[in-house]
């Protein structure tokens, strides 16, 4: 039974429940959050700033700690059990990581801007998912896009990847990208690559085809409850299939709650002119600004 017909079959179970079903009224924290009949995006609200516990001892001194981390604390309970609120933000937010993690990142993200596509040896989402190392290695035809791109080997070569989080792409990568082309300056740059199904291992193989000094790749991270829009930006120095992970440096928690696009964009232009300088990233990098 493939996918259409489960999804058929659910739905006419469903149907023949639905008369037989008695919905049962919304309970009072529900109630009075209805605003014409419709509720407002609990998503939108802030967790930093979100306290529920009733009759607080001290709330102002709970508040000050809550504005340091998002982490879901202040909660309130009803009897032994989460508000309604809590809960339902929980899954709002699981729902958010999931479609993040099982969508694809839109054609006019890298139509409108003028990115060059590829894609990894994955044929599809599930098999990115289930298969890492092909998200790692590009097929003979992706290779010969990418050399035909960069006929030369670039000093830094440029690259988003959809990773585990397409609204982590969609949402920061453009700026990201705006700001570390403008910190680099007059430093020749090619086109910007776009991979689809793209694991951070893939930024080794793209180093061994077209023998970039430094490959610098903006991912989506894996979402977590926080938020599904973090992003991440690996760097590495003369990349190669094999390399050890600690060759790496990473800039991570790339977005509105955490670190803002634009501004990790300056940062990451300022540690590529360093690496360029000292030919290192990683540890070997750590080390010598000991």
């Known amino acids: 039974?493939?996918?259409?017909?489960?999804?058929?079959?659910?739905?006419?179970?469903?149907?023949?429940?639905?008369?037989?079903?008695?919905?049962?009224?919304?309970n009072k924290e529900v109630r009075e959050n209805f605003h014409d009949g419709i509720l407002p995006d609990i998503t939108a609200e802030d967790l930093r700033e979100q306290y529920l516990v009733a009759d607080p001892h001290n709330k102002d001194a709970f508040m000050a700690l809550k504005r340091k981390t998002p982490a879901r604390v202040g909660v309130g309970r009803a009897g032994a059990r989460y508000r309604t609120t809590t809960m339902l933000r929980f899954r709002a937010d699981h729902a958010a990581a999931q479609d993040s993690v099982f969508s694809l990142v839109g054609e006019n993200f890298y139509k409108d801007n003028h990115f060059p596509f590829v894609k990894t040896m994955c044929k599809d989402k599930d098999e990115y998912l289930t298969r890492p190392d092909l998200g790692r290695r590009f097929s003979p035809e992706s290779q010969s896009i990418i050399r035909n791109l960069y006929p030369t080997p670039p000093k830094i070569l440029l690259v988003i990847g959809d990773?585990?989080?397409?609204?982590?792409?969609?949402?920061?990568?453009?700026?990201?990208?705006?700001?570390?082309?403008?910190?680099?300056?007059?430093?020749p740059l090619g086109e910007t690559l776009f991979v689809q199904f793209c694991r951070v291992g893939a930024s080794d193989h793209l180093g061994e085809i077209t023998g970039a000094e430094i490959v610098c790749m903006l991912v989506g991270e894996r979402p977590g409850l926080v938020t599904a829009e973090s992003m991440s930006c690996y760097i590495t120095y003369k990349p190669y299939p094999g390399i050890p992970e600690s060759k790496r440096t990473v800039i991570s928690n790339i977005h509105r709650q955490g670190t803002?696009?634009?501004?990790?964009?300056?940062?990451?232009?300022?540690?590529?002119l360093t690496m360029l300088e000292k030919k290192a990233s990683g540890i070997d990098l750590g080390r010598m600004q000991e």
């Open 1 to 26: 039974m493939d996918k259409t017909e489960l999804r058929s079959l659910v739905e006419e179970l469903l149907r023949d429940l639905q008369p037989s079903a008695k919905p049962s009224a919304p």
């Open 163 to 187: 990773g585990l989080s397409s609204a982590a792409v969609e949402a920061n990568a453009v700026d990201c990208m705006k700001a570390i082309r403008q910190g680099l300056g007059s430093i």
């Open 260 to 272: 803002p696009a634009v501004e990790a964009g300056a940062h990451i232009a300022t540690l590529l």
